[in-house]
């Protein structure tokens, strides 16, 4: 391993024409001129009425994330073993993370530094305790109380590297309801200083969709900037971003850090040399090891000291980097990186506790100031006793409620539905327009219907069937556009700790129920002039209609609770609908000559229920009795042409059996039949959404 120490890191950036005792004296120098005029504009920003009042609050270094000894396994599947079909591997478990100790004050930014499977995102899973699967051991304690994920969830953040908002929504609203989902105060004081601390004041009022992808990220920011977190975790803040966007990003995390006084953790793959300024400590990981953890002005000493000085013109975070990552270009240098990372993290475990324990800077110099100060300088932040908090946990932190937060997602819906711009337009056209548009198509085919026996009774029962099929497309349609949004949504948000799954349904249920019934209004009223509806008719069908759209809406919800694409779902339930369509609506088949096993589940079908009550209405009028065959021949008549005297004899013979000697249900019957259908699914998918789910099906939906 002689020449280990004179590795270079493949692309890393150059810092400039200086020795790395030269580089950590600048950057020391810019470091301090920066937060000299971070406090300079701070001071000028208090007197202005923009800014509120916490954007100005000192470091609090005592403020500690410790993570100590953290060792976590989860199960990967195995090459050996049979792999067939649906059937996978055996799944073994693995070591992700191995002996992972750290600690960050308040007003610091920490970077995890790693390659690919080094353990950066499983780090960050373990602290937010976001670890679904696998076994973790180790302490983590943030101001001395341990580190549950509920407290993480109140105290907490975490900006994974790709993120979903809705994308009619503006920049303003997006932050807006942030704040009120998390039922916190000063909603419009956040939002404006949450805006100007991310240069997002001038596209506040652009919808989502229409931001850069640089703009998008510093949004995704800014969602939980407004929430004032003290302890924030980002997962590749800085990934798919330019050069100057990175800069800009990271100098952000830091102003928020050191304003007000938060733990701020970040993932970096690819480090730059602009960045070094900003990052007060770092954590290089290899495989799950720490190889270094500390300060960052203390990591080219200790380099050095172990033996591996970084080299003149090199960045040292990207050099560092190179050095804890495997070779794998070929088998002599996967061995000889292997042992020299070894050799370093062993050298670590041995000396590198003193770096690991050092106090910010700030902390440092207050100390030496203090005559009674006689202790360590981190003698201040004994752990707080088993069932107390913190003092700095008391006042910040999420407060969800319930009718707050369902609220909060109504009206966030209805801003994503009525928005001005084309996602908004795209949304409302097809929540409201779509039914219409089809069944004023459907309506010309049966613009010149007559009235005759031969042609009269199939033609409204093959309508029936028409609007019910096309209601049901409808109906998996909208949902499979719309719901995927709310969704991905919902799952991030879930995982905050915002709210539960019986909540989301019922505020999708609530925005949606309402617009369907207006596109079922407006689609009846295109029939009405087909088939002689008078008011109470047209309000009965429509129920029935919108009974069977809900219905269908209902179930296609419940299937993308666990299909993440949106075509297959609406395929699998448009298949699943036409067939108990075809089976019950007794319009290709009539009931009376079903199997008797079909017959009995078609009785469970809701199908039977609306087709029945839909003939119903249409034939059960006076201008369906005593009708002529065709032009040429009257009824009475030929007994085997003129079969049906009105529209109760068709229907009897359609929708009887020969063993029922009870007449067929009311059309009030079936219209309750079919809203009673509707509802239980309602109630059923918001039991489905508080069930929890498998760990195989929320990976669909993570990263």
Request: aromatic share 6%; net charge positive.
């Given at each position: 391993m002689p020449n280990a120490g004179r590795r270079r890191a493949g692309g890393g950036a150059v810092v400039g024409n200086c020795t790395c005792e030269g580089l950590i004296q600048r950057e020391r120098r810019r470091r301090a001129a920066a937060a000299a005029a971070a406090a300079a504009t701070a001071a000028a920003s208090s007197s202005s009425s923009s800014v509120i009042a916490y954007s100005t609050m000192p470091v609090m270094a005592e403020n500690v994330l410790d993570v100590s000894s953290v060792y976590h396994s989860t199960a990967v599947l195995s090459s050996e073993g049979t792999s067939c079909g649906c059937f996978a591997s055996r799944s073994e478990p693995t070591a992700v993370l191995r002996d992972v100790s750290a600690r960050v004050f308040g007003g610091e930014v920490l970077a995890v530094l790693g390659s690919k499977g080094s353990g950066k995102r499983a780090l960050l899973d373990v602290i937010a305790g976001r670890t679904a699967r696998g076994e973790t051991r180790g302490r983590i304690t943030l101001n001395g109380s341990l580190l549950t994920p509920e407290l993480f969830q109140r105290h907490g953040a975490y900006v994974s590297h790709r993120c979903h908002l809705l994308p009619s929504l503006t920049v303003r609203q997006t932050l807006t309801y942030a704040t009120w989902l998390a039922n916190l105060g000063?909603?419009?004081?956040?939002?404006?200083?949450?805006?100007?601390?991310?240069?997002?004041?001038?596209?506040?009022?652009?919808?989502?969709?229409?931001?850069?992808?640089?703009?998008?990220?510093?949004?995704?920011?800014?969602?939980?900037?407004?929430?004032?977190?003290?302890?924030?975790?980002?997962d590749e803040p800085t990934w798919d971003t330019d050069p100057l966007n990175t800069y800009l990003i990271v100098s952000m995390l830091w102003s928020y850090a050191t304003r007000r006084g938060s733990i701020v953790l970040l993932t970096m793959e690819t480090p730059r040399s602009d960045v070094l300024p900003f990052v007060a400590r770092v954590t290089l990981l290899c495989l799950g090891a720490v190889v270094y953890s500390g300060p960052t002005r203390s990591m080219l000493d200790y380099f050095t000291y172990v033996g591996f000085p970084c080299p003149e013109l090199e960045n040292p975070l990207m050099y560092y980097l190179c050095l804890s990552t495997v070779d794998r270009r070929s088998r002599d240098r996967f061995l000889e990186s292997n042992q020299q990372i070894s050799v370093l993290v062993d050298k670590f475990k041995d000396e590198g506790g003193i770096f690991l324990k050092e106090a910010p800077a700030s902390t440092l110099a207050n100390s030496q100031t203090k005559e009674t100060q006689m202790q360590t300088p981190t003698s201040s932040?004994?752990?707080?006793?088993?069932?107390?908090?913190?003092?700095?946990?008391?006042?910040?932190?999420?407060?969800?409620?319930?009718?707050?937060?369902?609220?909060?997602?109504?009206?966030?819906?209805?801003?994503?539905?009525f928005a001005c711009n084309k996602s908004g337009l795209s949304h409302f056209g097809s929540r409201i327009f779509l039914l219409p548009f089809i069944l004023a198509l459907l309506s010309v085919l049966y613009s010149h219907s007559k009235k005759q026996q031969s042609m009269v009774f199939l033609q409204t029962s093959g309508l029936v069937f028409n609007v019910l099929t096309l209601f049901y497309f409808a109906g998996i349609a909208v949902t499979a556009l719309l719901f995927p949004g709310f969704r991905a949504r919902y799952y991030q948000e879930k995982r905050e700790g915002l709210y539960g799954g019986a909540m989301f349904i019922t505020s999708y249920t609530m925005l949606t129920l309402p617009l369907s019934f207006l596109s079922t209004i407006m689609s009846v009223g295109i029939l009405v002039h087909i088939i002689d509806l008078d008011a109470l008719l047209w309000i009965k069908a429509s129920a029935i209609l919108w009974a069977s759209f809900v219905a269908t809406e209902q179930v296609t919800?419940?299937?993308?609770?666990?299909?993440?694409?949106?075509?297959?779902?609406?395929?699998?339930?448009?298949?699943?609908?036409?067939v108990t369509l075809v089976v019950a609506s007794g319009?290709?088949?009539s009931i009376r000559n079903l199997p008797d096993w079909l017959g009995v589940v078609s009785t469970a079908l809701p199908g039977r229920y609306a087709s029945l009550g839909l003939n119903q209405l249409a034939m059960q009028m006076s201008s369906f009795k005593n009708l002529n065959y065709n032009d040429s021949i009257t009824c009475p008549g030929i007994q085997e042409l003129c079969r049906y005297p009105d529209g109760d004899t068709f229907l009897k013979e359609r929708f009887m059996r020969e063993t029922d000697r009870t007449e067929p249900l009311a059309v009030n019957s079936n219209l309750i039949i079919t809203l009673a259908f509707s509802v239980g699914l309602v109630i059923l998918n918001s039991v489905l959404y508080l069930l929890p789910l498998p760990a195989t099906v929320k990976a669909k939906f993570r990263e």
């Open positions: 000063s909603r419009d004081a956040r939002v404006r200083q949450t805006l100007a601390d991310l240069a997002l004041s001038q596209v506040a009022n652009r919808p989502v969709s229409d931001l850069t992808k640089a703009e998008y990220r510093r949004l995704m920011l800014g969602v939980q900037f407004a929430k004032d977190p003290l302890l924030l975790l980002l932040l004994a752990p707080t006793p088993i069932g107390m908090s913190h003092k700095s946990l008391q006042n910040r932190g999420i407060k969800p409620g319930c009718f707050s937060t369902l609220f909060a997602l109504y009206v966030r819906g209805l801003a994503a539905t919800v419940a299937v993308l609770m666990l299909v993440k694409r949106p075509m297959s779902a609406a395929i699998a339930v448009l298949y699943v609908m036409l319009s290709l088949r």
